[in-house]
């Protein structure tokens, strides 16, 4: 009984509420200033439209008008610069809404070209309207929300709210919530709307087209779909509420509904809201800083060793003041960061113990910082974004010890102070050679600018003549260059590459590729230590590998490597290209996987030379380039057919390889029988009629493990690149943690014969 009263009285309520909704009709010809009549308020009063204080000057909007903290929710041209004192807002005689600033040019309140108006009114619902002459709306302020909606207007498929920069600013801040056209509802940072990046959504994203958000007189915000049914309730409201209601993104990045009744003198409770973890939004800190909470309030902090880019700015983004990579000699160290997460971009995933992620990371020149996480390393690169706390994942994150820096630019410090006091002195003995001095230094340092950042030495021509003893000692010879045997200053022996058919053109990708090169580090690639770039000279020194290629090893050598040795290689070279590809900075296609390039070092490790060199040499990367042309065999098909070179091809020659190493003869052999001399279609002729065993002669195999190593390699050798499976799949087949499928019968053997007859 006492409920259906309390219901009648709320529609009578209701209903002279609805009746009140009235209108302040505004006539053409009138006008507002900051210092005139500077609003038009509803008829109820509670809204009101007109100029409020932004900054040190105005902004035109629409806010509260009873609340006595001053609640904006709409502003025109929000992100226009605050206006000035002697500006009018004229609803002209020819209905336009403009601006009129100081005689000067007028801007328009509404975003687009409208027929002309010939009334406004300020709403009692909060909206603002321009009428035509038959009473019918032809603009709205609900329809360009800027950071708030109100009961009775809908955010409809396809429209945002985007939140202010702060209470005080209403221009576009941070973040946004988008009523998206797949039906979900999404908040985002302001300039990344991607899926990895959203931090809250209703996962409607089956809902159909034409999804809208809505909320009611009684505050209830829910979902509505294209043919009008409730999909969602977010929050169910009051029917019996007697109070107004807004949902804004605040400032903040979180989505608020609030409510305020008259007995709320003018305050705002939050009725709603997705999180109330203020940390949760992202991008509320800068990049390489993360947010905690303390009592309940978000803080920005920079990564260890990292300072705000604008200091008293506590949400901008974190740098070093040193740059790490200056100087090769830093020694570096692993803090970490206990329940720390970001934004997880991975370059290279890899399961293994935490500590052996330390050491991971620490021997590999391209990671900056990894997240640990369910006994995986993520590895990444910086900047680091969207930090926040979250238990079970530990950042651990790369810091040079750059004491030894320190004491070094002390040092020069020191010099520059001594050269200064004592500098009248030389002034007064010879202006001409502290001039000399000082020049040679600012030339030097410019042209090794580039180096900085690589842990490479620069070397002189002279030095690295010297080091050669005048470039006798030759070891190799191959597409890209000559190789001698030389000695450093440090006693160590090194392979120095002269390079020759430099592109004359090429001083920047040289550069270029020296620096991606520089970057790498893995133990079955070659280390490059240094280089020379005097002149025209283009020299390269690489860490010298003892044992000869791997050529010599499966084709000259007296005692031919077992198979389990052989096994061993294949898989060394495969990481070391997989590294290549998928674990560098910038990709890395070599060209030129052959027997040759492979290098073993003393401990008979393999290791891959020569990469990075082919795109140095190869200005567009076509086929036409004949050094590579040379090594018949192991250039995939695609060489021939003038398509773009992936490193699919690199897979081709990986595959021509193992075929190579499996048998321990070359892909091409004159002096065996006719149906052995292509290899590939032997191996496929074995593998077909299962007597596989032929390939290995008289020596004990595992018989599986030579079925997976064919498999592998007749899937590598496919004829169209998109078959052929990328390096990640060829190390997991052949560490035989995946299936492999029989390899179908493709063209390759032709081709392959092709190659043969050519
Ligand atoms: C609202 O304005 C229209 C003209 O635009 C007028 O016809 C109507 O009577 C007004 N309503 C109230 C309640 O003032
Ligand atoms: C709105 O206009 C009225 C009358 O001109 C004025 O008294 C009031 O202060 C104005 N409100 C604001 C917030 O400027
Ligand atoms: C409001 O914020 C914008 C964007 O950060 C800024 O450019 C503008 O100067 C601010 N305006 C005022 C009045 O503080
Ligand atoms: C007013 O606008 C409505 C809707 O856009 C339109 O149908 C009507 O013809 C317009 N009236 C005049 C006089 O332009
Ligand atoms: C949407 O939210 C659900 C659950 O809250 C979450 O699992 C999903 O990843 C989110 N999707 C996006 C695109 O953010
Ligand atoms: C809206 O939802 C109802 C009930 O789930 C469904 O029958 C209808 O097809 C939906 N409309 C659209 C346009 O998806
Ligand atoms: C920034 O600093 C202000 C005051 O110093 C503090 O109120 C606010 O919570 C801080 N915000 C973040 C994200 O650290
Ligand atoms: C880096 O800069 C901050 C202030 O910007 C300073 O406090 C700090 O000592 C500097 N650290 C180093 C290593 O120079
Ligand atoms: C940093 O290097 C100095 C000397 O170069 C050494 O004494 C110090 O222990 C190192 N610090 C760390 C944390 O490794």
Known sequence: ????????????????????????????????????????????????????????????????????????????????????????????????????????????????DLPPASSASMLDDGNFVLKNSSSSVIWQSFDTPTDTILPGQPLLAGQKLVSSVSETNHSAGKFQLIMQSDGNLVQYPIDVAKPETAYWNTSTFTAGATVSLNLDVNGKLYLRNGTGFNIMNLYEGSPFSTG???????????????????????????????????????????????CLLTNQNPQCVCLPG???????????????????????????????????????????????????????????????????????????????????????????????????????????????????????????????????????????????RWAEDVALRPFTYHELEKATNGFRDEVGKGAFGTVFKGAISNGKTVAIKRLEKMMAEGEWEFQNEMKSIGRTHHKNLVRLLGYCHDGSNRLLVYEYMTNGSLADFLFKSERKPIWEERIEIALSVARGILYLHEECETQIIHCDIKPENILMDEKGCAKIADFGLAKLLMPNQTRTYTGIRGTRGYVAPE??????????????????????????????????????????????DCFEARELDKLVRDEEVDGMKLQRMVKVGLWCIQDEPSVRPLMKKVVLM?????????????????????????
């Open 639 to 684: 060489w021939h057919r003038n398509l773009p070179i992936t490193v699919k091809a690199d897979v081709y020659s990986f595959g021509i390889m193992l075929m190579e190493i499996i048998c321990c003869r070359r892909s091409l052999d004159m002096d065996v029988s006719e149906n052995e001399v292509v290899l590939v279609d032997y191996v496929y």
């Open 1 to 112: 009984m006492v409920v259906i009263i309390l219901f009648l009285l709320f529609i009578s309520e209701f209903s002279t509420t609805t009746g009140q909704l009235g209108n302040s009709s505004i006539t053409l010809g009138s006008s507002l200033s900051p210092t005139g009549p500077s609003n038009w308020s509803s008829h109820s009063g509670q809204f009101a439209f007109g100029f409020y204080q932004k900054g040190k000057g105005y902004a035109v909007g629409i806010w509260f008008n009873r609340i006595s903290r001053r609640t904006v929710i709409w502003t025109a041209n929000r992100d226009a610069a605050p206006l000035s004192r002697d500006v009018q807002l004229i609803f002209t005689s020819d209905g336009k809404l403009i601006l009129q600033q100081n005689q000067g040019e007028s801007i328009s309140i509404v975003d687009r």
């Open 244 to 290: 107004i209601y807004r949902l804004t993104i605040d400032a903040d990045g979180i989505l608020r509904l609030y409510s305020s009744s008259s007995d709320q003198n003018g305050d705002w409770t939050v009725e709603w809201s997705p999180t109330t973890n203020r940390c949760v939004p992202r991008g509320l800190c800068g990049l390489n800083g993360y």
């Open 734 to 758: 052949m560490e035989g943690t995946v299936d492999i499928p029989a390899p179908p019968r493709a063209s390759f053997a032709s081709s392959m014969s092709r190659e043969a007859h050519n």
């Open 306 to 448: 990292f300072y705000l880019t604008k200091p008293g700015q506590n949400n901008s983004d974190c740098e070093r003041n040193v740059s790490m990579s200056k100087n090769g000699d830093i020694e570096y160290n692993i803090i970490a960061l206990e329940d720390i997460t970001w934004e997880d971009d991975p370059y290279s995933v890899l399961s293994m113990t935490r500590q052996a992620c330390i050491e991971n990371c620490l021997s590999d020149g391209n990671c900056e910082a990894a997240l640990y996480k369910n006994q995986q390393c993520r590895k990444q690169t910086l900047p680091l974004r969207f930090g926040s706390q979250e238990g079970g994942v530990t950042t651990l994150f790369k810091v040079g010890n750059f004491s030894s820096v320190g004491k070094e630019s002390r040092k020069e410090l020191r010099i520059i102070v001594i050269l200064s006091t004592s500098i009248s002195f030389f002034l007064a003995i010879s202006g001409v050679v502290i001039y000399r001095y000082a020049f040679k230094r600012v030339s030097n340092q410019g042209n090794d």
